[in-house]
């Protein structure tokens, strides 16, 4: 079964009087433990189409079906964030870390979200504090656990986000230019902490410019004017 799978879908703007459509009958189908790069030129919906997957904004026709279960483009905005913090991480070109909280908060605090039950059965005693220390030791930040972002390098805050966006051990991991923002030497890095956490089992989306990045995925999914070519 494909853990995600897109058919047929659209996406239009509203712009001025007229409209614009950035996904123009896109399908396409990922199966549990891919590595897929998303390439294309700039304006040609690859960040659309991660933030209708990543479940960040809905799409306007078509269907997404995600572990089998069709997700209604109607759901509400609860319910639609209730389902991101059950099966997606994502990581965004810029961080998005939150700026005024250390480093060890900012990756505790999509464990709030998670529903109840999924927090008590799988760790009785729920510890979102020890469960991000875990994984910012795993990013090579268990020494920056106290610090602020702003105190960060960029390869180092987005070794913090890619952190963030483990904590509720997703299905899926999304990352839209995830070394737009860093040096050659530390967007290496950052690919490299990717491809090993694909390598034990993570289902990996990432959006990327660079041939070379791409060339660590097993498929390169490209886009031009919203259509899969
Ligand atoms: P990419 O990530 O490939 O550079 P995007 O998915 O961001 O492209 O954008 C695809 C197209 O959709 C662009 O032409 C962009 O201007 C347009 N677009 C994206 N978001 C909006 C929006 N909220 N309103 C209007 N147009 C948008
Ligand atoms: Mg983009």
Redesign the pocket.
Known sequence: MPLIELQHITKT???GEGE?K?LDDVSLSIEPGEFVAIM????????????IIGLLDRATSGTYVLEGKPVSLKMSDREQARLRSEFIGFIFQNFNLLPNADVISNVALPGMYLPAPRRSSEHPSYDRKGRAKELLEKVGLGHRLRYRPSKLSGGEKQRVAIARALTNNPKVVLA?EPTGNLDSKSGEEVIKILADLNRQGTTLLM?THSEELASAANRIIR?KD?RIV
Do not use: C, I, Y
Request: aromatic content about 10%; cysteine-free.
């Open positions: 703007f509203e712009v614009f950035a294309g030129p700039s304006g040609s919906g690859k960040s659309t189409l991660m933030n839209d959006v886009l919203g």
